[in-house]
């Protein structure tokens, strides 16, 4: 691991480690590492995971997730540019990433230079 622990997010299926360099880091409940590092362009402002939601997912032998409310596969980083992605953990996919949300949550102000 390069850099410090800056930012912690988890829940019960989860916990998620980011770094001050930009890394990502998931463990499992038992403290194994679940796959490789998540690495970002920049370092994360913010990290983000579910740990509810109403109903579980279909139940299925074959679905590795099927223990797993919907929103508790999910974790939300957003970097210091204000790039915000959102990852499927039991898929590891990236299924958001926006580089728009922040400006879409800002007033329109106009600046005088």
């Known amino acids: ?3 410090f622990g800056s930012l912690l997010a988890g829940n019960k299926h989860f916990t998620a480690l980011g770094t001050t360099v930009g890394e990502i880091y998931l463990f499992s409940p038992t403290g194994r590492r679940m796959m490789s ?7 994360l402002a913010f990290l983000e995971c579910c740990s509810y939601c109403e109903r579980p997912t279909v139940n299925s032998e074959n679905n590795p997730g099927e223990h797993m409310s919907r ?3 999910f974790l939300m ?14 898929s590891s996919k990236l299924v ?4 728009q949300c922040l400006l879409s949550l800002l007033p329109s102000v106009e600046l005088d230079l």
């Open 1 to 3: 691991m390069s850099g």
């Open 37 to 43: 590092p998540i690495m970002m362009p920049e370092p």
């Open 71 to 73: 929103g508790e596969r």
């Open 77 to 90: 980083g957003m970097t210091v540019a204000g790039t915000v992605y959102v990852w499927d953990i039991i």
């Open 96 to 99: 958001i990433r926006s580089e």
